[in-house]
């Protein structure tokens, strides 16, 4: 039995309750924090929850907002610090949406990451409720700027915070296994998962109608390797063109497809091969598309992920993932008949991977069907949501 399902199991049927969410980024801000803050936020509202989302004004005016399906919004003003650090404005406790955020009556406050002010001052808010609030990580490792002098001067800040957070004892939980054992090097016990998760028949209906074999000129029954996140080189861009150069030789009609943005795209233009396609930052429906056309999904990420929805986009899409062994992989991959998690994230290990997986079609597209109904069954909002009652509730 894994950890998650235990974590799932404790719920009971709680009736009606009240859930306040804090969140510092928000949509429409786009990231992976906001995507899972709004997905756990719309499986409770399902459940017939109230639910409250406290968040920074960064990409919206402040206020509250009250969605057709009950979410509320409360937006404090707040500035955004070179899109990397919501800060709340000087005063903002006098703003109509903390007043209202703080005038509730709680039964559970969840709060996303540590390292933001606003998680602070959610925290505070639970206490002053009487209520022992939920922190979830959604890291596995110490964040780097790429810059040595920054990345001091932010961990002696992300510590600091880190330490004013956990004075006021709340209950810690990760969006991984991985994510939950990292606590532990913080110095504080892990009480559960409450897992990144996808709505995979709605990811799925949503593809655009794209067809990426066409636009990009590869044959139908050529195989297509895709990759899609950040362009950066902790995400393991670089790994995933050096995988297309090694085959290139070996699979002669395999081609290899890049979704996304990020500062090694102009280095990526000027080296990559013939076989390896650049198509950008990728709506979400075109993310979808494009994963339902591949038949392998590469991720050689060495980033301290928590659970990336990048890999549970691809199992919904039934594409065969070859992963590094990056925290979330063994979520989504439990072993062998979904998939591939590689603790060596070398390209030639990756490229062997992907070999085989290229050369037993029959067996790869089983493992991706295998993997697709593991995150189909556990790793749902529905499930998020009954482990976050359990957790905020116990």
């Known amino acids: 039995m894994r950890s998650n399902e235990r974590t799932f199991r404790c719920v009971v049927d709680t009736g009606s309750k009240t859930i306040g969410i804090v969140s510092s980024y928000y949509l429409p801000h786009l990231g992976g924090v906001e995507q899972y803050t709004d997905g756990l936020a719309t499986a409770l ?56 955020a703080a005038s509730v009556s709680y039964d559970g406050i969840i709060v996303n990451t540590r390292l933001y002010p606003l998680s602070l001052h959610g925290v ?41 957070i956990a004075a006021h004892g709340p209950r810690w939980c990760g969006v991984s296994q991985k994510a939950a054992e990292w606590l532990s090097d913080l110095g504080v016990k892990a009480e559960g998962v409450i897992p990144n998760a996808i709505g995979a028949e709605a990811f799925r209906s949503q593809a655009s109608g794209r067809d990426f074999r066409s ?56 080296e990559i091969g013939a076989n390896v396609h650049l198509v950008g930052r990728l709506e979400r429906s075109d993310v979808s598309a494009l994963l339902q056309q591949a038949d392998v999904f590469c991720f050689p990420s060495m980033y301290p992920e928590g659970l990336p929805t990048s890999l549970l986009e691809a199992a919904v899409s039934r594409a065969y993932i070859i992963s590094s062994d990056v925290a ?67």
């Open 328 to 394: 979330g992989a063994c979520d989504v991959i439990p072993d062998e008949s979904c998939g591939t998690v590689l603790a060596d994230a070398s390209a030639e290990r990756f490229a062997h991977a992907v070999q085989v997986a290229l050369d037993s079609p029959e067996e790869a597209r089983q493992a991706a069907k295998n993997c697709c109904a593991h995150v189909e069954q556990h790793l749902s909002w529905e499930a998020s949501a009954a482990a976050a009652l359990g957790i905020c509730l116990r």
């Open 124 to 164: 505070q808010l639970a206490c002053e409720k009487g209520i022992t609030p939920v922190v979830i990580e959604h890291g596995s490792g110490e964040l780097s700027v790429g810059n040595a002098v920054v990345d001091v001067a932010f961990h002696r800040y992300e510590h600091r915070l880190f330490k004013r």
């Open 45 to 100: 509202a399902a459940q017939g929850h109230r639910v409250i989302v406290l968040t920074c004004a960064v990409t919206a005016e402040p206020g509250i907002e009250r969605r057709e399906d009950g979410v509320e919004i409360c937006r404090i003003p707040a500035q955004n610090m070179k899109d990397r650090l919501p800060l709340p404005k000087s005063g903002f406790k006098s703003s109509g949406a903390w007043r209202y």
């Open 215 to 270: 636009e990009l000129g590869i044959a139908e029954n050529a195989p297509l390797v895709a990759f899609t996140g950040r362009l950066i080189r902790e995400k393991g861009v670089w790994t995933f063109a050096e995988v297309a150069a090694f085959l290139k030789g070996r699979t002669s009609d395999a081609h290899f497809v890049i979704a996304g943005e990020g500062p090694e795209r102009a280095r990526l233009e000027g």
